[in-house]
């Protein structure tokens, strides 16, 4: 009888850019099978975050609803109310847009925007989700550089918060 199980988790992101994820998965798929390795994006554990399938799917109000032909724009806005704190040699290192944007964000938006999944508890469960979230995906232009504002953390008005270049952590020559 076989008794619990067991997973090599690992948190995005995972390398720095393609190159380095192709070298780290590879080294991870010598030791392990797909099956054992579960990535995960701390940011979906927050709760409201969890709380979106269950807002979708399990409301009978908002489920039938929640579709084209009721919601015309959806914005995700992400917010923090501190500065860096100490992560500004992270942010610089990995890029804000690869943590926050990428990862997130982006996973937040398929949330919102995929199909109802055939299941989410049980053998597979979390297949079906993954499947819905990657048709969302499959369905986005790519973003271009030229439909893109950037910018950085400024020091508040009140000298609570430095600014990011003025974090000890931000390496001088940055240019993120």
């Given amino acids: 009888k076989k008794v619990g199980w067991?997973?090599?988790i690992i948190e995005k992101p995972f390398g720095k850019d393609s190159e380095s994820f192709q070298e780290l998965s590879s080294a991870m798929s010598a030791l392990y099978t797909e099956d054992y390795i579960y990535r995960i994006d701390h940011y979906l554990g927050k709760e409201m975050?969890?709380?979106l399938l269950i807002l979708r799917f399990s409301n009978a109000i908002f489920e039938p609803l929640w579709n084209k032909n009721h919601i015309k724009s959806v914005q995700i806005t992400f917010k923090e109310n501190f500065g860096t704190k100490g992560r500004g040699g992270y942010f610089d290192n990995y890029?804000?847009?690869?943590?926050?944007?990428?990862?997130?964000?982006?996973?937040?938006?398929?949330?919102?925007a995929m199909e109802p999944p055939v299941r989410v508890t049980g053998d597979g469960g979390s297949n079906y989700v993954r499947d819905e979230k990657v048709k969302v995906l499959n369905c986005i232009e790519p973003v271009q550089l030229k439909d893109?504002?950037?910018?950085?953390?400024m020091a508040a008005p009140?000298?609570?918060?430095?600014a990011y270049?003025?974090?000890?952590?931000?390496?001088?020559d940055s240019v993120t």
Wanted: with cysteine.
């Fill in 6 to 8: 067991s997973r090599l």
């Fill in 49 to 51: 975050v969890q709380n």
């Fill in 95 to 112: 890029g804000i847009i690869r943590d926050v944007i990428q990862n997130h964000l982006l996973q937040v938006m398929t949330l919102v």
């Fill in 148 to 153: 893109c504002v950037l910018g950085q953390y």
């Fill in 158 to 162: 009140d000298g609570s918060e430095v």
């Fill in 165 to 172: 270049t003025e974090d000890p952590t931000v390496p001088d």
